[in-house]
């Protein structure tokens, strides 16, 4: 697997966040917005690993059971709750995590998945593994987190341009600063490559 995390000097910034007992982690740059955890609404018939829908700001958005998604457990929120809102390929869809924030590592901290898990089929959502110090987590492949066909039910069960990413307003100035898709939290404070969410911001 080539080292497609190789950036400038800075490293690679990433969303972390819990779900269940483990720690995962996508790129920042495939997230859209991070969110308190509101009313979902469920839909007749949909999938078993979509949770309903919301109203992000008049966009009907997709939320889905990432647990569910992983083949994890069942698994209820945990203290800190919020909806990441995050892209798969055309379509915005949210998952519930706990506790996210944001890391930034480096090339050497981002290891290929293990052999064994890319012998699993085409569905394969694991994009590598970030270790710490102290830590270590599970990198997710976002374009791979639904099939092109899941990605079209989504886009049809949130509305023709309900899930559908709008191109002409995805504009990024940094954390916190993400115009027309909008991070909800700025950071409450750095060390050592680390931003945490404002816990009881509006």
């Known amino acids: 697997m080539e080292r497609e995390h190789e950036r400038s000097g800075e490293g690679l910034q990433v969303l972390v966040f819990g779900v269940g007992e483990e720690e995962y982690c996508v790129e920042v740059e495939k997230v859209r917005s991070v969110i308190d955890l509101i009313d979902i609404t469920r839909m007749p018939r949909a999938p078993k690993?979509?949770?309903?829908?919301?109203?992000?700001?008049?966009?009907?958005?997709?939320?889905?059971d990432l647990a569910e998604r992983l083949k994890l457990p069942p698994c209820k929120p945990g203290p800190k709750p919020r909806i990441?809102?995050?892209e798969s390929g055309d379509v915005v869809v949210g998952v519930v995590v706990d506790s996210p924030e944001v890391l930034s590592l480096t090339v050497e901290e981002i290891e290929p998945p293990p052999e064994l898990l890319m012998r699993e089929g085409d569905f394969n959502i694991i994009k590598g593994v970030a270790?710490?110090?102290?830590?270590?987590?599970?990198?997710?492949?976002?374009?791979?987190?639904?099939?092109?066909?899941?990605?079209?039910?989504?886009g049809e069960l949130a509305g023709t341009e309900g899930g559908k990413i709008r191109r002409g307003?995805?504009?990024r100035e940094g954390f916190g600063h993400f115009c027309g898709?909008?991070?909800?939290?700025?950071?409450?404070?750095?060390?050592?490559?680390?931003?945490?969410?404002?816990?009881?911001d509006d």
């Open 181 to 200: 898709g909008g991070w909800e939290h700025a950071p409450d404070y750095t060390h050592r490559g680390r931003r945490t969410l404002h816990e009881d």
């Open 49 to 64: 690993f979509v949770k309903g829908i919301i109203n992000l700001r008049g966009q009907i958005v997709a939320v889905l």
């Open 84 to 86: 990441a809102v995050i």
């Open 131 to 154: 270790k710490t110090e102290d830590r270590l987590f599970v990198m997710l492949d976002t374009e791979r987190l639904l099939s092109a066909e899941e990605r079209e039910d989504l």
């Open 169 to 171: 307003i995805r504009r």
